[in-house]
C-alpha cells in the first residue's frame, strides 16, 4: 500500500478543566488578547501543513459559535466525547470521507498554546517515513518518587522516564482502529497508550519544554511569558 504524505490535525477540545477553577472550560479563558484555544488553533494553521483540522466541541458549549476561527475554512467542528479519547474518535470520524487510512493525523491538545511552528514540522520531519508515528516527549529532569499513601516506596529510574506531550503522529486509520478498539478503556489517556495496546511501540521526538498544558490557574501566566519569549 503506498504510503500518503497528507496531514490532518484533530484537537479534542469538550472537557470542562475542573482545576481551573473557572466559570468557563480552560481552552475559552483569556490568553494575550484572545482565548486559549484561538491561539492553540492559530499556531496550527500557522504551520501551513494541515489539510483541515477537526475539533471536537461539546455539543452544549455556547462559547465555540461566537469565536471567529469556528468558521475559518480549514476548521471543521466534530461532536465531543465524554472522554478525551472519545473526542479524538469522534473528530477521526468526521474526516471519514476526506482522510484515507494512510493519511498522517497530529492529535494537539487544546490547552496546549505554546506550541511551536518549528516543533510541529520537527516531528512530521522525523516520523514521516515511520511505520507507526510518535509523539512530542519531555525527558525527566527531576528525581522521581513512587507514593503510596503519600510514603515513598522507591525512587524511579528517571532515565527511563518521559513526559508525553502533544502532537502525536499516526497514521489515520492506525490510530482509528486503536482507539476503535480501546473505547471504554479508563487507561488510554493519550493516543500513544492505545496504540500501546494494540501491541505497537509509537517513537518519542524530544520536543520543547515550553510546549506546556494548561492545567491550574498559574498556568495562565507562565503561557503568556512562553508566548511572548517565542516572539
Not at 75 to 95: F, N, P, W, Y
Amino acid at each position: 500500500m503506498a504510503m500518503s504524505d497528507n496531514i490532518w490535525a484533530v484537537v479534542p477540545a469538550a472537557g470542562v478543566g475542573k482545576r481551573m477553577q473557572a466559570d468557563r472550560p480552560k481552552q475559552y479563558l483569556p490568553l494575550a488578547g484572545k482565548t486559549v484555544i484561538e491561539q492553540t488553533l492559530t499556531q496550527l494553521l500557522q504551520a501551513n501543513v494541515f489539510l483541515a483540522v477537526a475539533v471536537a466541541i461539546s455539543k452544549e458549549d455556547p462559547y465555540w459559535p461566537t469565536l471567529d476561527v469556528s468558521s475559518h475554512p480549514l476548521i471543521i467542528t466534530a461532536a465531543g466525547g465524554k472522554e478525551r479519547a472519545d473526542s479524538v474518535l469522534s473528530a477521526l470520524k468526521s474526516l471519514r470521507n476526506k482522510a484515507a487510512d494512510t493519511d498522517w493525523v497530529l492529535v494537539h491538545d487544546a490547552a496546549r498554546p505554546c506550541l511551536t511552528c518549528s516543533d510541529i514540522h520537527h516531528l512530521i520531519e522525523t516520523l514521516h517515513k515511520d511505520e507507526v508515528g510518535g509523539i512530542l516527549a519531555l525527558s525527566s529532569h527531576d528525581t522521581l518518587k513512587q507514593v503510596n499513601d503519600m510514603e515513598i516506596t522507591k525512587t524511579i529510574d528517571r532515565s527511563k522516564i518521559w513526559r508525553a506531550l502533544t502532537p502525536q503522529m499516526f497514521r489515520y486509520g492506525l490510530l482509528k482502529q486503536a482507539l476503535e478498539f480501546a473505547e471504554g478503556n479508563p487507561d488510554i489517556t493519550d493516543e500513544a497508550s492505545a496504540l500501546e495496546l494494540i501491541r505497537l511501540n509509537p517513537k518519542i521526538v524530544e520536543g520543547r519544554s515550553d510546549n506546556i498544558k494548561i492545567t491550574r490557574p498559574e498556568d495562565l501566566e507562565l503561557a503568556q511569558f512562553y508566548m511572548e519569549q517565542q516572539k
